[in-house]
């Protein structure tokens, strides 16, 4: 069979579908984009159309202001789009309202993952294999020295600090959508119910994971307490605030960080982070190369991370693939 893919065409600034003349997770405002998430990196606001999974667009109205011109996608469910183009939103397993964008045109299927992660979330939906001619995968932890540990394991290293340091709390920084949350329903999942403290920051997102019916436990805000009070606990705030002024008021503060990029110890070394804790929301090594194999398409297409490795991957397995050159895409503070 042939294959053309004329119809969808990477650009610097996102992913043109050209004959609905709609961008996926574009970097700069658009008539029309289709967007994955709500992380800064895949959306915007200024866009005069978004179409997205309701959570997604409740994230980026709190984010972004982003309300005019929106359009809720259900997971599954088609929506026709200009040019004989339909998408569908599927479970991504990165974060609330994530999703892989299923496009299909002239009978070939190209799914855009967006972010995602294989490993069972409590705060979203598993991510879901999908059979297409062109899968367009992220590859940040691109590297096979990126193989995440079992989320069990850091967070038995996150209680054991904290039962060993009752005169103390831990301050995890996690970043402000998805970490966060995650990080607190994960301790929540093992039976840890005393009150989790939160930096002023993390609030708004953490009660609109609430909305969605995300129970995160009983939450409050450090400026609502003594400094006594939170000694014995854990209290989450933005990496940023890790070693600002602000953590001063805490009760001789463990530093703790969950992000993939713990892995790398001069990154914790450069943070100044006690208690690196490897978890991370998106697929590491494994995971890419698994995914891969599990959608087996005709092509992979690979964007905003470590390019290179995973295209070797491909080339050593007898896959045809392809780097994308997209700009816009950061490394979160996963």
């Not at 088609?78 to 991504?92: K, M």
């Not at 709390?169 to 301790?187: M, N, P, S, T």
Request: charged residues 25%.
């Amino acid at each position: 069979m042939t294959h053309d893919f004329s119809w969808i065409r990477p650009e610097p600034w996102g992913i043109h579908v050209v004959p609905a003349d709609c961008w996926i997770d574009p970097s700069r405002p658009v008539p029309r984009a289709l967007v994955t998430h709500g992380h800064a990196d895949h959306a915007r606001g200024g866009h005069g159309e978004t179409l997205a999974t309701p959570e997604t667009l409740a994230i980026m109205k709190l984010r972004y202001q982003t309300q005019d011109g929106a359009r809720a996608t259900v997971y599954g469910e088609p929506v026709p789009l200009r040019g004989g183009v339909t998408a569908t939103w599927l479970p991504a397993g990165h974060v609330l309202g994530s999703a892989q964008i299923l496009l299909e045109h002239a009978g070939e299927r190209i799914v855009v993952t967006g972010d995602y992660k294989r490993r069972p979330d409590p705060t979203c939906p598993p991510f879901e294999v999908t059979a297409c001619d062109v899968l367009i995968t992220e590859a940040t932890f691109g590297l096979p020295v990126f193989r995440h540990p079992p989320i069990e394991h850091e967070i038995a290293k996150l209680l054991k600090a904290l039962a060993d340091n009752p005169d103390r709390c831990i301050l995890v920084g996690a970043y402000a959508l998805g970490k966060a949350q995650r990080l607190i329903a994960e301790v929540r999942r093992v039976g840890h119910c005393a009150p989790i403290y939160l930096h002023g920051a993390m609030e708004r997102m953490c009660r609109l994971y609430e909305s969605f019916g995300v129970d995160l436990g009983d939450l409050r805000l450090v400026s609502d307490a003594k400094k006594e009070e939170i000694a014995g606990h854990i209290v989450v705030c933005p990496p940023s605030a890790l070693n600002d002024r602000w953590s001063r008021r805490l009760p001789e503060p463990i530093t703790a960080m969950a992000s993939g990029w713990m892995r790398v110890r001069q990154r914790a070394r450069q943070r100044m982070v006690e208690l690196p804790l490897v978890i991370s929301d998106h697929a590491d090594w494994d995971e890419l190369t698994k995914t891969v194999e599990d959608v087996n398409p005709y092509e992979t297409w690979i964007t905003h991370g470590r390019e290179e490795a995973m295209l070797r991957w491909c080339q050593l397995h007898q896959r045809r693939a392809k780097a994308l050159a997209l700009v816009g895409y950061e490394d979160e503070d996963d």
